[in-house]
């Protein structure tokens, strides 16, 4: 009953964010922005929030864990509980959002055929935030047997990086592609996904190394097989938008210089 508590707590804060969000800007800025413009930012500012929520709980459980295999935090089952809906959450509104801002797309559609259409163009993100709630997370909480949280603070760190995602689409929406804060908000991003989606995974193996006194070679076959998988199913579809995100850059720096 307590999982099931958190998690409707954690469907009725994000879902309530987004309507709430939106309706403060409908009430204040209906007549600047666009209906799709305002469902936009309000969905990326509802993205953010959970970026900046996640990463600090992570930073929490990290640096509370003195023993990073022993230490346990409170935070961790709780947490876990309570974000979960989010990820069924983010596939709605990444619904919401494809429909909205590709309406030349969509409009003459209809439902089975949008939806049908909405998988084949959003495959990857899609794998992402399902393989996380219901493979990933399940597999970790119901696996760790008490250990590791520190190792799932430190993975909750991903999320620094959605808040310059979020604020790079909101200028855009805002018609600031062409502003120097958009550049250095696209730097930002990608910096911040390198050193939070990338590095991350091989500094944990260090951190693990140097607990374990092994070769950092030696830690994917020291560590249990669930883990390395883990870690490879995560970090895969990372190193792919990385790339993406480097392509959109230079394409943006080339276009402002």
């Known amino acids: 009953m307590h999982s099931i508590f958190l998690s409707g707590l954690g469907t009725l804060f994000f879902v309530g964010s987004h309507v709430t969000i939106r ?8 007549d600047i922005f666009s209906d799709t413009s305002i469902y936009v930012i309000s969905c990326r500012l509802v993205s953010a929030l959970q970026g900046v929520l996640t990463s600090t709980v992570g930073i929490i459980i990290a640096s509370s864990c003195k ?11 709780n947490y876990a509980f309570f974000v979960l809906p989010y990820f069924p959450y983010d596939l709605w509104a990444m619904y919401a959002y494809n429909i909205r801002v590709h309406d030349d797309l969509y409009k003459y559609l209809n439902l089975e055929d949008r939806i049908v259409l909405f998988i084949k163009l959003n495959k990857l993100m899609i794998a992402h935030h399902l393989v996380i709630p219901c493979v ?3 597999l970790v909480l119901c696996l760790k047997n008490t250990k590791g949280d520190y190792f799932f603070g430190a993975m909750l760190t991903v999320e620094l990086v959605i808040p310059f ?9 805002l018609n600031m592609k062409d502003t120097r804060m958009y550049v250095y908000t696209s730097l930002g991003m990608v910096v911040m996904f390198f050193a939070c989606r990338i590095s991350l995974f091989p500094y944990l193996f260090y951190r693990y190394a140097v607990y374990a006194d092994i070769p950092l070679t030696q830690v994917p076959f020291h560590i249990p097989l669930k883990c390395t998988l883990s ?6 579809p990372q190193v792919y938008w990385f790339g993406l995100m480097i392509r959109v850059l230079f394409r943006a720096l080339t276009n402002k210089y």
């Not at 309706?23 to 209906?30: A, G, M, N, P, V």
């Not at 995602?165 to 929406?173: D, F, H, P, V």
């Open 136 to 138: 990933l997370m399940p």
């Open 67 to 77: 023993d990073i295999l022993k230490d346990t935090h409170w935070l961790t089952l």
């Open 23 to 30: 309706k403060i800007l409908q009430s204040r800025f209906r």
């Open 231 to 236: 870690c490879l199913l995560i970090l895969a």
């Open 165 to 173: 995602i979020s604020a790079r689409e909101i200028l855009s929406q």
